[in-house]
């Protein structure tokens, strides 16, 4: 009878050990699975920034070829007019 006792204390204090063991895991994955969550949040943010400093600057860059555009169309006027004018 005591070595049956002996046995179930045995057992107990592994089986005790081990969840042990397991919870300190399990705790140590769930508070890496916060910084993880953490870290894309933070990704998702720079993402959105990125891509609304891109969006900005390709408006910019539109605006200024489309002065360009503009320019280049009014000086080809401008020639055209002088050319006509030559020519008469």
């Known amino acids: 009878m005591n070595a ?3 046995i179930n ?3 107990g204090s592994v089986s005790s050990l081990l969840l042990a063991v397991v919870a300190y895991f399990i705790r140590q994955l769930h508070s ?4 993880m969550e953490r870290d894309i ?7 959105l920034l990125i891509k609304t400093e ?5 408006d910019l860059l539109n605006q200024k ?3 360009l555009e503009q320019r280049v169309n009014k000086i080809e006027f401008n020639l055209t007019k002088i050319q006509d004018n030559e020519s008469k």
């Open 4 to 6: 049956t006792l002996d």
């Open 54 to 58: 891109f969006k900005n600057s390709q």
């Open 65 to 67: 070829v489309e002065y």
């Open 32 to 35: 890496d699975f916060k910084n």
């Open 9 to 11: 204390i045995l057992f």
């Open 41 to 47: 949040s933070e990704v998702k943010t720079m993402a």
